[in-house]
């Protein structure tokens, strides 16, 4: 009777079967009777978890289980198997999304044969954070949901019209961001959550490229087309030096492959729309970049964006934040120089560029101090936001 608890474990937690019409008979003694059908447990939809095993799924028959001998089939998959396992139950491996099929099981008792059979269909992939966690990138998984990384990805599509995710391991973000080499990533620890949305961005290259695909070369991501990848195909497959340590992992979104390493770019400035801050008492008008990553320290700058977008790359520069050590950053102060070009009320844009340093601490562009660069072209890193001016 183990095994009939067993099935009803299963009822009970939602798996489809067909009508009851006996119990199984080595314990009971009960007779068939002609018409009876055997019946089939197993799920109404497939979800396939990665390429390189296809989509499983496990069917049982629940009445007549021991000691019986029986006859599986799957019809409807165009590159199915079917594996029959001990006679008890068979899995199926459809490899397409879409495909429907039916698992039907026959068996003969007494010159009598009886058959149940289950229809059911591949529905989907699992998405991303599903199969960060699934395959231990549990971290990646959740600042990927904390930080809204997923929603956009999920509403792309299924694959291969997707998006190729680069998952980092546990350990490679304790690498990257446990300061104090304590296990964990605290919340002083944690970049800021516009820096961090972007570190995900960069992890993220907008097609979908199966181990088999990617090729040499530079990759754009979706943080930005000039911020690329630099993916390199030997022995290993490396992207930025990082080494690809389980490939073709299968998602809604379209394909991951795990590394083992955080990808970074050049330099990051997460930047929002915000009300100047202006003190009367000392004259002074200051805005706030929410935050920015600087691998080898210097400034974060504010422009002008409409004088920057003309060319001028120095006389568009409204602030200057104060020395800004290597690493990440939050909430930094920048004081703006003189009154922005807007009137009591109405709004400005500024840029905020990430500027490098000389190693004396002191800002000295255009004589020194360049803008960090986008990884794949000599472009500054910028982002914009809007300042209203206070009345």
């Known amino acids: 009777m183990n095994m009939l608890r067993s099935f009803f474990a299963l009822l009970l937690a939602g798996v489809l079967a067909g009508t009851l019409t006996a119990c199984d008979q080595s314990e009971q003694n009960f007779d068939l009777q002609e018409g009876d059908q055997l019946e089939v447990l197993g799920p109404s939809g497939v979800v396939i978890p990665n390429y390189d095993s296809s989509a499983t799924s496990t069917y049982t028959v629940r009445a007549f289980t021991v000691e019986q001998e029986y006859t599986w089939s799957v019809e409807g998959t165009s590159d199915g198997t ?13 490899d397409e999304l879409g495909e429907s099929y039916t698992v039907t099981v026959t068996t003969t008792i007494d010159g009598e044969e009886f058959s149940g059979s289950l229809q059911t269909s591949v529905d989907n992939y699992p998405d991303l954070r599903d199969q960060a966690d699934k395959y231990g990138k549990s971290i990646f998984a959740s600042v990927a949901g904390n930080t809204g990384v997923i929603t956009p990805l999920v509403t792309r599509g299924t694959a291969p019209d997707g998006y190729t995710v680069f998952i980092p391991s546990n350990e490679a ?6 300061a104090n080499d304590d296990g964990e990533i605290s919340d002083a620890e944690t970049p800021e959550t516009g820096v961090l949305t972007q570190i995900l961005q960069y992890h993220v290259a907008s097609d979908s490229l199966t181990a088999g695909d ?14 690329v990848l630099d993916v390199q195909v030997g022995n290993n497959v490396t992207v930025n030096g990082a080494t690809v340590t389980q490939p073709d992992i299968a998602l809604t979104e379209g394909v991951a492959h795990a590394i083992d390493q955080v990808l970074l770019p050049n330099a990051i400035a997460s930047f929002d729309d915000q009300d100047l801050v202006r003190n009367r008492s000392e004259n002074v008008d200051s805005v706030t970049v929410q935050g920015a990553y600087l691998p080898e320290g210097g400034f974060v ?16 520069v409204r602030g200057v934040s104060a020395y800004l050590d290597a690493g990440f950053h939050s909430s930094i ?5 003189d009154t922005l070009s807007a009137a009591p009320g109405e709004t400005v844009s500024l840029t905020a560029m990430p500027h490098t340093d000389d190693g004396d601490e002191t800002y000295e562009f255009p004589a020194a101090d360049g803008p960090y660069t986008r990884t794949g072209s000599d472009d500054p890193v910028v982002n ?3 300042v209203e001016v206070p009345e």
């Open 82 to 94: 079917t594996n029959n396992d001990g006679e008890e139950y068979v899995v199926n491996s459809p």
């Open 173 to 178: 973000f304790l690498n990257a961001l446990d």
């Open 214 to 227: 990617l090729s040499s070369g530079s990759v754009p991501t979706v943080l930005n087309e000039n911020e």
């Open 301 to 316: 700058v504010l422009h002008d964006s409409t004088e920057l977008a003309g060319g001028d790359a120095v006389g568009s």
């Open 333 to 337: 102060p920048v004081a703006t120089d």
């Open 384 to 386: 914009n936001a809007t």
